[in-house]
């Protein structure tokens, strides 16, 4: 007669799911340099999930963390372009800056008829935006400067245009409600 080997093929399953688990393990523990910041922000989530009483993954806050960031975001974007093609922008966050400022000056200081429409200061500033990119791409791009000093003049000179637009001051407001409805 012939013997049953019906419990070898089981054997084999559990050798199988051990040699995955070791793969996995094995994996984790040699990438956990690169899986470190994911597992880190993974438990800084967890921690303020916990002591915010549960109100961190409520639709209602995920809304607005994306909707106060949005602006980031697209900076962001713009920069993954810049970083990618191997150069740097250091003037970003001083060129944002200049344009919140110049919209609500255009807005609220001098609501001179078209100024007083919020969608065309915003296409305004979206053209000066882009303005200034070209000319500071223009620099790079054409006489070989290198972009880490382009940009760090254009932060300089975009900062201090900042301020002297706002006369030293940090705000102007209050902006219309029909403005504050884009975001």
Partial sequence: MSTDSAPAPQSGVAEDIKQGQRVAVSALTTNLREYGLIIALIVIMLFFQYTTSGTLFKPVNLSNLVQQNSFIIVMALGMLLVIVAGYIDLSVGSVAGFIGALAAMMMVIWPLGIFSNPLVVSIVC??????????????????????????????????????????????????????????
């Fill in 126 to 183: 979206l053209i000066v935006g882009a303005l200034i990119g070209a000319a500071q791409g223009y620099w790079i791009a054409y006489h070989k400067i290198p972009s880490f000093i382009v940009t760090l003049a254009g932060m300089l000179i975009f900062r201090g245009i900042c301020q002297a637009l706002l006369g030293g001051g940090s705000s102007v407001g209050p902006l219309p409600d029909s403005f504050k409805a884009l975001s």
